[in-house]
Each structure stands twice: as C-alpha cells, then as structure tokens.
C-alpha cells in the first residue's frame, strides 16, 4: 500500500519559518520524482517546488524562489520544504505527490499519489 504522509504544517507570524515533511512508504522512493502543491480555499490546486529523483534539479513557483526550498533524503525516503520569510497569502494546505520517474512535472494531474495534505496558516 502506498502512503504520502505529511508533517510539519501549523500557524506561523508573517517572516516566520515552517518545514514540511513527506514520507512515502510502498514504493522505493529513490525512483520517484516529487512535487509540493499548495491549495487555497476557492483556488486551485498549483505547484510549488519540485525535485527529480535524484535531487539535483529543482524547479520553483515565481511567488516562492528565494524563500522556499525543496530537498529529498533517498535514505529516509522523505522530501522536505523549508519555507522562510512567510507571507499570509503562503496560506493554504499544503500537498505532496510522487511521480515515477525523473522529471516531476508542473501538472499536478500527471502525479501518481498524493498526500493527505497539512494545513498552513500566516497570520500578519
């Protein structure tokens, strides 16, 4: 059975600092790509940051760069997104996905499973 399951979400102050966390268990992780999403309430679901398999291509949503980083540990089969310097409308809940293969891509219809999501808050 495959499970995503994230941790690490809560209420933060503006210019606070949160890190995710995504476990993936059921699959070899070393072989998956994986994408964090974020889903505001009456928006859709859009992609985040991005990491190959491998870990060495990253790709980031224009609002987050320079604040957000995504990195993976293939040894702990989990992905990480550090996000510093948060601004309210970084409100959301937050999505991991795994994709097989080595390009995780911008779709999040293209992902293969999902997380069951954690809240973020930034109040001002």
């Known amino acids: 059975q495959v499970q995503l399951v994230e941790s690490g979400g809560g209420l933060v102050q503006a210019g606070g600092s949160l890190r995710l966390s995504c476990a993936l268990s059921?699959?070899?992780?070393?072989?998956?790509?994986m994408g964090w999403f974020r889903q505001a309430p009456g928006k859709a679901r859009q992609s985040v940051a991005r990491?190959?398999?491998?870990?060495?291509?990253?790709y980031y949503a224009a609002s987050v760069t320079g604040r957000f980083t995504i990195s993976r540990d293939n040894a702990k089969n989990t992905v990480y997104l550090q996000m510093n310097s948060l601004k309210p409308e970084d409100t959301a809940v937050y999505y991991c996905?795994?994709?097989?293969?080595?390009?995780?891509?911008?779709?999040?219809?293209?992902?293969?499973?999902w997380g069951q999501g954690t809240q973020v808050t930034v109040s001002p």
């Open positions: 990491i190959n398999r491998g870990g060495d291509d990253t």
């Open positions: 059921g699959r070899i992780f070393s072989t998956y790509s």
């Open positions: 996905a795994a994709e097989y293969g080595d390009y995780a891509p911008r779709n999040p219809y293209d992902y293969d499973y």
